[in-house]
């Protein structure tokens, strides 16, 4: 039997740990919307090629999107990016099934569908993201795209 002098102590270790799963929880949820800019000189940077992708380079920006048969968020994140596309000139979204093209997945570090690269003109990986996707969230990494200046982004093949 527990002594009722422990019982406080425990308490507040209880509370303790779950105040420590919420913000852990909290602060994961927050990274999910947002994009943030890839990581130039790791796996989660680099190119994509037209022929990476089965489908032609977008003028100013290309959404690639990898989903998955069983992702219950990718129909959500469908929508929102071809409504952004629908509404910006220049720009394009890709759907990959991560299923099929496994040497992708590892290539660019997805551990989780969805998952969301941005492409500039060139097909370098500019900014990515993974989870639920809103239409502000997309437009403001497109808005960071365009910020860039000619001598910020590495020249790379087309293919």
């Known amino acids: 039997m527990t002594d009722l002098a422990e019982l406080p102590a425990r308490a507040g270790l209880v509370i303790g740990l779950l ?4 913000a852990t929880w ?3 949820r927050g990274r999910d919307r947002s994009f943030r ?10 190119v994509l090629t037209a022929a990476d992708l089965g489908h032609p380079l977008a003028e100013r920006a290309t959404f690639v999107l990898f ?5 219950s968020t990718c129909p959500q994140v469908r929508r929102v990016l071809a409504g ?9 979204v890709v759907e990959i099934a991560a299923e099929s093209h496994m040497g992708l997945v590892r290539r660019h570090a997805v551990h989780r569908t969805p998952t969301i690269l941005l492409l500039d003109a060139t097909g370098t ?6 989870g639920p996707l809103t239409a502000s ?7 960071r795209i365009d910020d860039l200046t000619p001598h910020d982004i590495p020249w790379s093949p087309r293919a």
Do not use: K, M, P, Y
């Not at 800019?37 to 680099?46: F, Y």
């Not at 952004?84 to 394009?92: P, S, Y």
């Open 19 to 22: 105040a420590f799963a919420s």
């Open 26 to 28: 909290w602060i994961a």
């Open 37 to 46: 800019a890839a990581e130039q000189g790791t796996s989660r940077a680099g």
């Open 67 to 71: 989903s998955s048969a069983h992702c």
């Open 84 to 92: 952004v596309v629908g509404e910006e000139a220049g720009t394009h």
């Open 125 to 130: 990986v500019r900014s990515r993201t993974a």
């Open 137 to 143: 969230a997309a437009r403001d990494a497109l808005a």
